[in-house]
């Protein structure tokens, strides 16, 4: 029986969903803006977004850990020596793709610490697991969600919530990458997958 651990979990991630799109969107960015003026604004935004998204996701985490729970099946071995490699490979390209984006400026930390050179424009990214899939980052984080050792049902939930969100935060993320980039970046999505390889759902 479906375990009520499993919603609160749920309901829990759908909350940071909302908070997190919030912040991220247009309309409060430029409300922030006004209040706290440009230079403040591009300095420390982006960081204390990529903070306040950490440390609201750690609750989620300790349900998961905290709250009442069943096994759903456990992956038996040898075969869960080959999830646990293809796990730390998924998280190995994960922190790569980050890197080819400029790790200190998607955290933030690069604004805070030199904002002229952090504000300059980037160029469109298409090398490495940016070849394969348009969103790297969050194919890695499919891969290490649905893999886990012991599916239970509060696993499932904060899988199924995490997938759910990253596909709507990537195609968040196509608009401002569509407005930053124009052209270039419909012919990158014209070849490219959305988010898994040979798999073009999603234009």
């Not at 609160?8 to 309309?27: E, M, N, P």
């Not at 003026?37 to 998961?64: D, K």
């Not at 200190?104 to 050179?117: E, V, Y």
Request: hydrophobic share 50%; glycine share 6%.
């Amino acid at each position: 029986m479906m375990q009520s651990g499993f919603w609160w979990i749920l309901f829990s991630i759908g909350l940071y969903g909302i908070i997190h799109s919030v912040l991220a969107s247009h309309s409060v960015k430029r409300w922030v803006e006004k209040r706290v003026g440009t230079n403040i604004y591009q300095r420390y935004y982006r960081l204390f977004f990529s903070l306040q998204a950490f440390f609201l996701f750690l609750p989620i985490l300790a349900l998961v850990v905290l709250l009442p729970d069943v096994a759903i099946y456990r992956i038996p071995r040898p075969w869960v020596w080959l999830t646990l490699i293809i796990q730390f490979g998924a998280v190995y390209l994960l922190l790569n793709s980050i890197f080819q984006t400029g790790a200190l400026r998607f955290t933030g930390f690069a604004q805070a610490f030199n904002i002229k050179g952090a504000t300059r424009s980037l160029p469109l990214v298409e090398r490495g697991m940016y070849r394969f899939v348009r969103h790297p980052i969050y194919t890695c984080m499919f891969v290490i969600t649905w893999l886990f050792p012991i599916m239970s049902w509060n696993v499932l939930a904060i899988a199924l919530g995490v997938s759910a969100y990253n596909i709507i935060g990537a195609h968040l993320e196509e608009r401002k990458l569509l407005q930053e980039f124009g052209e270039a970046y419909n012919e990158y999505r014209r070849k490219t997958p959305f988010m898994f390889p040979g798999l073009k759902l999603s234009k």
